[in-house]
């Protein structure tokens, strides 16, 4: 995927980033909303597996633990491994299918 981001030095527009390459990526991927929240959710959520509550509140710079935990979602054990048990296999297919091609 070739990127044009500007012909003229200008500074960078993070709204353009987002427009011109995450949502592409995100569409291919089969994500029809992407935006900026939706990826701090995610981070936040899953960076509970890798920290504290106090470390996410860190990580995402909020200033109280309440902005924190309307972001941080639980995500119980069994759902991981369910998820990634599901991720693995739609994987597994999706190489298959390039090999086919």
């Known amino acids: 995927m070739k990127m044009r981001l500007s012909t003229v030095p200008t500074p960078f527009q993070i709204r353009n980033y987002l ?11 089969g994500i029809l909303d992407m935006t900026y929240q939706a990826l701090r959710r995610t981070c936040a959520t899953h960076f509970q597996r890798h920290g504290t509550p106090r470390d996410t509140q860190a990580q995402m710079r909020h200033s109280s633990m309440r902005m924190t935990n309307w972001y941080q979602k639980e995500m119980p ?24 091609q």
């Open 77 to 100: 054990e069994a759902v991981r491994e369910a998820v990634e048990s599901m991720d693995a296999e739609l994987w597994q297919k999706s190489d298959r299918d390039r090999r086919i």
């Open 19 to 29: 427009r011109r390459v995450l949502k592409p990526l995100a569409k291919r991927a």
